[in-house]
């Protein structure tokens, strides 16, 4: 997540598209669902946007059960995650960055 913010996101892209994380895939598939709300919902350019903020949080375990030997049991834990992506336009993120008056 660190090597894309405050990228434009067409950078973003290309950065996921050559980094060999497991995770790349993933946050390139949401960027470009961000990017296509933000074209559909706000009339935005996706050549002008930027990727502002990213974050990953902890999402919800899952519990589930490894045979061990003499007919013990083990949980395993099933880790799950929570990613956000904030893009931005140009102007929105010059206003955020001019003090306030």
């Given at each position: 997540m660190d090597l894309i913010r405050g990228n434009s996101v067409d950078e973003a892209l290309n950065?996921?598209?050559m980094?060999?994380?497991r995770a790349s895939p993933m946050v390139a598939k949401l960027l470009r669902s961000a990017v296509a709300t933000a074209a559909e919902r706000h009339d935005l350019?996706?050549?002008d946007l930027t990727v502002a903020r990213t974050w990953?949080?902890?999402g919800p375990l899952r519990y589930t059960w490894w045979a061990r030997p003499r007919g013990m049991l083990?949980?395993?834990r099933h880790r799950?995650?929570?990613?956000?992506?904030?893009i931005s336009s140009p102007e929105e993120s010059e206003e955020e960055q001019a003090p306030s008056q």
């Open positions: 950065v996921l598209r980094t060999r994380k350019e996706p050549e990953v949080d902890n083990a949980r395993k799950t995650s929570h990613i956000s992506i904030v």
